[in-house]
């Protein structure tokens, strides 16, 4: 056996006849035993390098503690505290009624969302007045469809009873646009005419072209009303002039996304000016285009406290694709606090939307620790935030892994937050570095050698 080789059993001898006297000190009782422990340790550690000097192995136990393994760094780590996010409230209409809904966030918002989101006001009929135009249309493009978006259609050529119900409607108070007796138009331009600066007279004379007769319509739409589910809805003229043309926030939802569907009716819709020959200029009613992302469709009103607007959106949140939003408004009392409560709605949705902070860069998740003294920090390499909605609640995952190097700058893992459908990662690293024990530190610490 090598020089070597005895001292290092006659070391492991003496380190088993130690731990025997620190059982025995585990077992002892009595005020002074701290002391008269740290006093026998002392004194074991040097005894056992005085004998092994005697023994004449002082190199030998050298190079064993010189060359032993130590312990890896002890780490202590808990992810970041998880923020509650401030709900957010909606800026619902406190007149009339009104309903929404808001496709594209049903992690947020709910599966329901894409329905019927939310209503204010009561789901009650009530006049619809010139949004009748936008059933007029669509009943007709049922009829007559359009090919597409760009599409003309059939050429119509008015006659003077045609005309003559300019005459009548202006007399009825209505809003009215040229239609000389013999001049022609598309069909798509006559529905512009309709929509855009909503003329009753239009409405009239474009159903009675497509059915035969103000009979022949109403018959029509109340069939097209049936079959599209629109059970809530009463359709007794084509203008919205009556007011016994009614229906319900929750089925005019559903109207609008019956339009949305149909190209050439969305095109004509976002229209926010068309020059028409022989009906002339013609400014869309619907003054929010543009605004908050609102696309359509068709206002109307009878007078106070019956001001109406069925409106579309695509909606920007800050994050992913824009929100589809459908939304309308019953009963105000007048188009510009109509304006205004469906603003501030929209408005209300995209301020839900926030960002919320989750970490600072340099933040302090952990500590290594060795048992030499050397120590670091484990910290979060970058800031981070994320976008949510409301106070959808937030989860947090930590994932970190036992480095080769504990060197300042290494990655020791990740931080990873969800809310809705956002996720948000950022690395975990080292900072400072974990210096190696001194040989002094080996040489007079036999007991924390030899690795875990």
Do not use: C
């Not at 005085?50 to 023994?55: D, E, G, I, M, S």
């Not at 599209?228 to 203008?239: A, D, K, R, S």
């Not at 937050?417 to 080996?442: F, L, N, Y």
């Amino acid at each position: 056996m090598t020089t070597q080789e005895e001292s290092r059993d006659e070391f492991a001898d003496l380190k088993e006849l130690m731990l025997d006297e620190r059982e025995y000190d585990a077992v002892s009782s009595g005020a002074d035993q701290p002391t008269r422990r740290r006093r026998r340790r002392r004194g074991l550690i040097i005894t056992a390098v005085v004998l092994l000097v005697l023994l004449g192995t002082p190199a030998g136990y050298a190079a064993w503690a010189l060359n032993a393994p130590v312990s890896s760094p002890t780490v202590s780590s808990q992810p970041p505290a998880i923020p509650t996010p401030a709900a957010a409230t909606l800026a619902l209409p406190a007149e009339g009624s009104a309903a929404i809904s808001v496709a594209g966030a049903d992690q947020y918002l709910g599966a329901d969302a894409a329905g019927i989101w939310k209503t204010s006001g009561g789901d009650g009929p009530r006049p619809i007045a010139s949004i009748s135009k936008l059933i007029t249309a669509l009943v007709v493009l049922h009829a007559k469809p359009l090919a597409d978006a760009n599409d003309a259609g059939p050429t119509i050529t008015w006659s003077k009873a045609q005309h003559d119900l300019y005459d009548k409607y202006f007399v009825m108070g209505a809003t009215i646009s040229p239609m000389p007796t013999g001049s022609s138009m598309s069909e798509r331009d006559a529905i512009s005419t309709m929509l855009l600066p909503s003329s009753a007279n239009y409405a009239d004379a474009l159903s009675t072209w497509a059915f035969g007769s103000p009979g022949g319509y109403t018959s029509a739409a109340k069939k097209w009303l049936a079959a599209n589910g629109l059970t809530h809805t009463t359709i007794v003229e084509p203008t919205g002039m009556s007011a016994r043309n009614t229906s319900t926030p929750t089925d005019l939802i559903k109207l609008g996304k019956i339009a949305a569907t149909n190209p050439a009716l969305v095109a004509i819709a976002g229209t926010k000016s068309q020059n028409v020959p022989g009906a002339g200029a013609l400014q869309n009613t619907n003054d929010l285009l543009g605004v908050d992302g609102i696309t359509g469709l068709k206002t109307g009103n009878l007078g106070t406290g019956t001001h109406n607007l069925l409106y579309a959106a695509s909606l920007d949140v800050g994050s992913g694709a824009p929100l589809q939003v459908t939304g309308v408004m019953l009963g105000g009392q007048t188009h510009d606090s109509v304006s205004h409560d469906v603003k501030a709605l929209l408005d209300s949705i995209k301020a839900g939307f926030h960002d919320v902070s989750l970490a600072d860069a340099g933040q302090q998740l952990g500590t290594y620790t060795t048992r030499w003294g050397s120590s670091a920090r484990m910290v979060i390499r970058d800031s981070a935030s994320i976008r949510t909605w409301s106070d959808t609640p937030i989860t947090v995952t930590m994932k970190t892994t036992t480095p080769t190097s504990y060197q300042d700058g290494a990655v020791v893992g990740s931080l990873t937050w969800k809310a809705g459908s956002q996720t948000v990662s950022v690395p975990v690293q080292i900072e400072g570095s974990i210096a190696p024990p001194t040989d002094w530190w080996r040489l007079t610490h036999p007991f924390e050698l030899g690795g875990d």
